[in-house]
């Protein structure tokens, strides 16, 4: 394995890592009030994006963090669009 795979990885880890606690809270609470649509919409459009720039490039941990992110992120925009006052 390349440096900049295990780098690639690593970041990988710490970037989709510390999306969980958040995303963990929302789906328990249900809570979507401090959550901005245009911000998450947004989001997910550039997670989306980053998930086909990996799958251009073959970029395995691109794909695999880009994956599960936009599986969260996607999750919680549904319950902002379903649960918004």
Known sequence: MQAS???GYFAAILTTASFIP???HTFQTKDVSGI???MY????VG????????????????VIANTITLSMAGAILTMKLR???
């Open 5 to 7: 795979d295990i780098v």
């Open 22 to 24: 958040q995303a963990l």
């Open 36 to 38: 901005s649509l245009g």
């Open 41 to 44: 919409s947004s989001f997910t």
């Open 47 to 62: 997670v989306s994006l980053w998930l086909v720039y990996g799958v251009l490039l073959q970029a395995w941990p691109i």
């Open 83 to 85: 649960y918004q006052s």
